[in-house]
């Protein structure tokens, strides 16, 4: 996301060219979406477009963060690892499930694969908060006595969240239900060497 030097940002105009590819993507699929076709529902310019963003895959990482973005300091504590992991795992779901994210995650994902400043801001901005509160929650529960010190989070990580990647890439699997969440969510207990209360 990238600013040309000389002209003063108008933000009323980045904010319009949000909306234009949101409202394009619900309504005609992440394939309607060009430089021109925003360009002339937000009412601007092509030359106004790229003052703002470096082409359509940036526009769109400038979407997902301002509707997705993630608070490290809002992770919440039900008071056990099983719980705070399934909350995490149901907060995946909505993020997948939503509409916007279904209609143009795997646009987005294969975009990045050429672009390595924009992978780099995505893994940064996107992923990085997600990864850090999973991280937040592991160290909870080591200090709670739940789990052993465990230093592999990043697998954690990849762990519960990659079976739903894979649902929303690959069409025709199964859906993001329940039995999904429960079973990562076992899965990573298995992993982490969780012992509930009753057997430790």
């Known amino acids: 996301m990238m600013q040309s030097a000389g002209r003063p940002r108008n933000a009323d105009l980045d ?19 060009s430089v021109e076709a925003v360009s002339a529902k937000a009412g601007t310019t092509r030359p106004a477009f790229y003052r703002r963003f470096d082409g359509i895959p940036d526009l769109i990482l400038a979407l997902l963060l301002e509707r997705f973005a993630t608070d490290l300091d809002a992770v919440l504590d039900f008071g056990s690892l099983p719980a705070d992991l399934e909350a995490i795992q149901r907060e995946q779901v909505a993020l997948f499930e939503d509409p916007l994210v279904k209609s143009s995650f795997t646009g987005f994902l294969d975009s990045l694969h050429t672009n390595d400043q924009l992978r780099q801001i995505f893994l940064e901005k996107f992923l990085g908060p997600r990864r850090a509160a999973v991280a937040a929650i592991i160290r909870r529960a080591q200090s709670r006595g739940e789990i052993p010190d465990f230093p592999d989070v990043e697998w954690i990580c990849d762990l519960i969240t990659g079976p739903m990647v894979m649902r929303i890439l690959l069409p025709g699997l199964l859906p993001l239900d329940d039995a999904l969440v429960m079973n990562t969510v076992a899965s990573a207990l298995h992993a982490l060497g969780y012992q509930s209360s009753e057997g430790r």
């Open 15 to 33: 904010v319009a060219l949000i909306k234009a590819a949101e409202e394009l993507i619900l309504d005609r699929g992440f394939s309607a979406v």
